[in-house]
């Protein structure tokens, strides 16, 4: 018997699945959007994890001036520039008619979508840590250990993170766009959960953003709270089904 080439099986065409893996991988660390939405997040989240430390500034509520390290909304938002990385990796081959060059490559419609995945995936899983990590020192060491350890601390912020980018590819590769998967997911905290919390919080805290502030431990309010396991199956389960989602209309639709 002769072991299979290193890469694994190739398909009809002779293309192993390592080969798009590392076209993919190529093509995303190459993007000059992959290290500035890096660079803000790692930013963003270490500017607020100042603040917060410091109690330097304070945001308005209902009962009045609310500390920033109690606004779980405020504190996940440099997710949303993480997103991006999976976004552009999805959304911006579209531009140009990029996709019908990659398709030719590998015209096996489920390698194909597999190996974007898998490289984002890998991606987002070696960027988490290092995104958020500074932002806890800066708290931990400013703020004392409970501040240092809030929002669930480093490892599930990280997941939080890769989740929530998980959800972005997925509604990237279905819109075939880079801007309407940020701002739909940037409006639903901001403006969506808003207003349909006081009429059907039940339905609010399912969505992606309150699903994870609720495994982090800093849910918006006791009436949009989950159990931290029950937030991190409901963020799992958004990625779970908007991957799937694309996957299958990837493998129907024309280009």
């Not at 396991?229 to 280009?255: E, K, Q």
């Amino acid at each position: 018997m002769t072991a299979a080439p290193a890469g694994g099986v190739p398909d009809a065409d002779g293309i192993r699945l390592s080969d798009p893996v590392r076209a993919e991988l190529t093509k995303i660390l190459t993007l000059p959007a992959t290290w500035i939405a890096l660079a803000l997040a790692l930013a963003a989240d270490t500017l607020l994890g100042l603040l917060a430390a410091t109690d330097a500034v304070r945001l308005a509520g209902p009962d009045g001036q609310v500390a920033l390290a109690r606004s779980g909304t405020v504190l996940l938002a440099p997710v949303y520039a993480f997103a991006a990385v999976p976004v552009f990796a999805a959304g911006g081959e579209y531009r140009g008619g990029q996709v019908r060059v990659s398709l030719l490559a590998v015209p096996d419609r489920d390698r194909f979508f597999l190996s974007k995945l898998l490289a984002v995936l890998g991606v987002l899983a070696v960027a988490a840590l290092p995104a958020v990590l500074p932002g806890h020192l800066v708290r931990h060491v400013l703020g004392g250990a409970d501040a240092g350890g809030a929002a669930g601390g480093v490892p599930a912020k990280a997941v939080a993170y890769l989740l929530v980018g998980l959800v972005a590819y997925g509604f990237a590769a279905l819109a075939r766009t880079v801007v309407a998967p940020l701002a739909v997911l940037a409006a639903l905290p901001v403006l969506v959960s808003p207003l349909l919390r006081g009429m059907a919080p039940e339905v609010v805290r399912s969505l992606p953003h309150e699903a994870a502030l609720s495994f982090l431990g800093v849910p918006e309010g006791p009436d949009l709270a989950l159990e931290r396991p029950v937030g991190l199956l409901v963020v799992a389960a958004w990625a779970a089904v908007s991957v799937g989602a694309a996957w299958a209309a990837t493998a129907r639709r024309d280009g």
